[in-house]
């Protein structure tokens, strides 16, 4: 190799050396700034330190856990709240029931009468003057309104005590309802709703199994519920089983604890939900049909149902029709009286424990299976009731407003007006055929269901009566 390729190579080396090394200083310096600059910072800002990682994690969970004793405290209140709304009852505009409820008292010892027709003797089961109508109400205000103004304009409302079961205390539902004027009301609150538990049975449990969970899985991981699936191999959902609870428990509620109700022997109940419409004669039809009634077993049902759709029929307004009671068909404005309560009472176990989250399909078993003979209704050609729902828990309508619906009912209800309030009901069909329950639908197989629904009423048989939990 050349002398001169070594120098060069050499040189270039040493070229490139110079600015890595003063690069190398300069850094070196600007290092020695910033400590200098952060001491500096640090003297000045003495006491204040930035927080690591672990302190950010450990004040959020902190926050957490303020805020969760914050919601607590709240739904403790509120519990405490209905707790006390429950216990200290007020019945508004109590004057316009006083004077019936008092006959009534006096008369209860002779709750049906005999008539002669020349042929043979007919026992009637007249329905009192004085009634009740229980509403269970949820969340769907806008519906509410609209069956508020439906009961205005019905005749001989102000005969009712028009009670509003809610399981969801909302002040401008409550305000609503308050403003009523025109018949007594009351309103009654179910104690053991998902907005007062939350996050505990009766409400969704964190350690409770999800729905769909198989139920190998569930065991394995050791969820709350994981060996109580439905029929159907699926887990609770509290949002459904809800409904089934409010709709027992109201009903033990009216015939046995209420002070003003739980005396009549002759107590008949008219059952409504938040998105039913009455048309202006459905008492009186009520009060028409109830002549009808021959037997403990028959029941008035305000609506029907073919093929899933509600009968309307303005041709048929004077007439009515008999068949067994059946969930599908005769659910919507059914009245019960006590006999008929009392009846489901002593099916009780069979209704807490049969595994359908639907009320009225578990009506329908123990009324085919527990009941002596099965429920017969007697309901309306034309339904007088009308369901107006298209949103809600087994309705997912993409239009939640009712008010068009009820613009075309009303309009041809002015058209019939002159065949409403008939004083006579002719007799359109009887259907002997009886439709069996083949399965259940399930969401009911936890027995956490079973004791808490069986916790509304505790009938001692011996001497019949009824013990209450704590409420």
Same mark, same amino acid.
């Given at each position: ?189 179910? *104690? ?254 936890? *027995? ?24």
């Amino acid at each position: 190799m050349r002398p001169t390729q070594l120098w060069n190579r050499s040189k270039l080396r040493y070229l490139l050396s110079v600015p890595v090394f003063i690069i190398v200083l300069l850094n070196i310096e600007l290092i020695s700034q910033i400590k200098d600059f952060n001491t500096l910072n640090s003297e000045k800002n003495a006491g204040l330190k930035s927080p690591n990682v672990s302190q950010i994690i450990q004040n959020k969970n902190l926050t957490d856990i303020e805020s969760n004793f914050n919601s607590s405290q709240k739904t403790q209140s509120l519990l405490n709240k209905i707790k006390k709304l429950n216990a200290e009852l007020s019945i508004k505009n109590k004057h316009l029931i006083e004077g019936i409820l008092q006959d009534e008292l006096q008369t209860q010892n002779i709750p049906k009468k005999t008539i002669n027709d020349g042929s043979k003797a007919n026992n009637i089961y007249k329905m009192p003057k004085f009634f009740v109508i229980l509403i269970q109400v949820h969340s769907r205000l806008n519906y509410l309104k609209e069956l508020i103004n439906s009961l205005k304009e019905t005749k001989y409302i102000e005969q009712a005590l028009l009670v509003f079961s809610h399981d969801i205390y909302n002040e401008e539902m409550n305000t609503l309802i308050n403003s009523i004027d025109f018949c007594a009301t009351l309103q009654i609150f179910y *104690p053991h709703s998902l907005q007062l538990f939350p996050d505990t049975f009766p409400g969704k449990d964190s350690k409770d199994c999800s729905r769909s969970m198989n139920k190998a899985k569930a065991l394995e991981i050791g969820c709350n519920n994981a060996a109580f699936p439905d029929t159907y191999g699926n887990y609770r959902e509290s949002q459904v089983v809800q409904i089934k609870h409010h709709w027992f428990w109201k009903l033990a509620f009216i015939f046995d604890r209420l002070n003003e109700t739980k005396h009549l022997d002759n107590l008949h109940v008219l059952i409504l939900e938040e998105d039913h419409y009455l048309l202006p004669d459905s008492i009186h039809v009520l009060q028409k049909l109830s002549e009808k009634i021959l037997s403990d077993i028959d029941v008035v049902s305000l609506a029907v149902f073919e093929r899933s759709k509600q009968n309307l029929d303005m041709k048929n307004l004077k007439k009515y029709s008999k068949a067994y009671w059946h969930s599908s068909k005769h659910n919507t404005g059914l009245m019960l009286s006590r006999t008929q309560w009392k009846m489901i009472k002593d099916c009780s176990n069979a209704f807490c424990t049969y595994d359908d989250y639907n009320w009225d399909w578990t009506l329908q078993y123990i009324s085919q299976t527990c009941f002596k003979l099965p429920l017969v209704a007697i309901y309306p050609v034309s339904s007088r009731v009308i369901h107006m729902g298209e949103c809600g828990t087994h309705h997912k309508g993409s239009n939640c407003d009712p008010k068009k619906k009820i613009e075309s009912l009303r309009e041809t209800l002015e058209e019939k007006k002159n065949d409403l309030f008939s004083e006579k009901f002719s007799l359109n069909s009887v259907n002997t055929g009886i439709l069996a329950i083949k399965k259940s639908n399930g969401g009911w197989g936890d *027995p956490r269901d079973h004791n808490l629904c069986k916790s509304f009423i505790e009938t001692d048989l011996n001497s019949n009566n009824t013990i209450f939990i704590d409420m």
